[in-house]
């Protein structure tokens, strides 16, 4: 089975947390000439002051961004071991060995 009882959404959380990661990597970075739009310019040709930056958040909120992160990460796991529960993938058993697993797998990685 593979899973199915939340069709599949749980993949969802991981894109929300790849997206975010994305947002803190590319936070206080110059959008090179190639990403910069016509609408990222003014009429004299010079680029808009709050359009140079893929984003521009202060330090308080990319941690805050960091911190939501972990938590959607974890979430995902959890979704992801619940869903082959309540499909029949795994037994309760295989449920809290494999979620132990993971979530010692993901502290790791963090």
């Known amino acids: 089975m593979s899973g199915g009882a939340f069709d599949y959404k749980q993949h969802h959380i991981e894109d929300i947390a790849d997206h975010i990661e994305d947002i803190v990597r590319k936070n206080k970075i110059e959008k090179s000439k190639e990403d910069l739009e ?3 310019y003014d ?3 010079n680029v808009y ?3 140079m930056y893929y984003y ?3 330090g308080d909120t990319i941690e805050r961004f ?3 992160v972990k938590v959607l990460r974890k979430a995902a796991v959890y979704a992801q071991r619940v869903d082959w529960l309540l ?3 795994d037994d309760e058993k295989y449920f809290h060995k494999r979620l132990e697993e993971e979530l010692k797998k993901l ?3 963090q």
Do not use: C, L, N, V
Request: glycine residues 14%; without cysteine.
């Open 56 to 58: 521009y958040f202060g």
């Open 87 to 89: 499909s029949g993938d």
């Open 38 to 40: 016509r609408w990222d």
């Open 43 to 45: 009429e004299e040709g």
């Open 107 to 109: 502290e790791e990685k």
């Open 66 to 68: 960091k911190e939501a």
């Open 49 to 51: 002051e709050d359009r």
